[in-house]
């Protein structure tokens, strides 16, 4: 049983597009980490996110944790080749374990 | 600072057989974490060992183990392999205390089992 449930599985969009990837569950985490992992590569993460309904940019990617500290989502904005990847999202317990989805894998096609 | 180094990158082995992957964290760094990835599963949390004691555990069978040493290296050991344990495995290391929890990650073994 997948304890946070990643939305969705797969998407494939062209350049420019805006798309959303859903990390959801029904547990309480102490923080949510999301990580872009590519091929060859272990995942690396590109941000945390803390406090219930917290918003982090980062350029063109928008991260939100919701206030519930249940579920957050990935936003990206024009979307370009370069995002193609695999989006982790991992949500921290209060023993310190890391609880992980499943992962998006995204392609931006040119 | 050097990054999270696994060893062997690659490797290939019979059914039955057993084998030991090793990790190397960051310089620093008291946990490291233990993972499984697979197409069809995604990544799988095996165990994390923390100053040398195994603080949380995933659902795997036995014949998956791991144990750390006092200098933070990890070794992972999988006896009498079987067709359905090929997947990466992946070595995480974080500093994992207080807030700090971000897992670095090393590139990973891959594990084909013939």
């Known amino acids: 049983t997948q304890l946070l449930e990643q939305s969705p599985q797969f998407l494939s969009i062209q350049e420019g597009e805006n798309l959303t990837v859903y990390c959801n569950s029904s547990s309480v985490f102490s923080s949510l980490q999301w990580y872009r992992q590519e091929p060859g590569e272990g995942p690396v993460l590109l941000v945390t996110?803390?406090?219930g309904g917290e918003v982090k940019k980062l350029k063109r990617l928008t991260f939100q944790f919701g206030d519930a500290r249940k579920d957050s989502s990935l936003h990206i904005t024009a979307a370009q080749p370069g995002d193609t990847g695999l989006y982790l999202c991992?949500?921290?317990?209060?023993?310190?374990?890391?609880?992980w989805g499943a992962g998006t894998k995204l392609i931006i096609k040119p | 600072k050097a990054g999270v180094t696994q060893t062997p990158r690659y490797l290939i082995k019979t059914r039955g057989q057993q084998v030991t992957l090793s990790c190397s964290p960051i310089s620093g760094h008291r946990s490291v974490s233990w993972y499984q990835q697979t197409p069809g599963q995604g990544l799988q949390f095996l165990f994390e060992y923390f100053s040398e004691t195994q603080r949380n555990k995933g659902n795997f069978p036995g014949r998956f183990s791991g144990r750390q040493f006092s200098n933070s290296r990890s070794e992972m050991n999988v006896s009498t392999l079987e067709l359905g344990d090929s997947a990466l495995y992946l070595c995480?290391?974080?500093?994992?205390?207080?807030?700090?929890?971000?897992?670095?990650f090393g590139q990973g073994t891959r594990l084909t089992v013939v």
């Open positions: 996110v803390v406090t």
């Open positions: 991992a949500g921290e317990r209060s023993n310190y374990q890391l609880i």
């Open positions: 995480a290391s974080s500093f994992s205390e207080g807030m700090d929890t971000e897992a670095f």
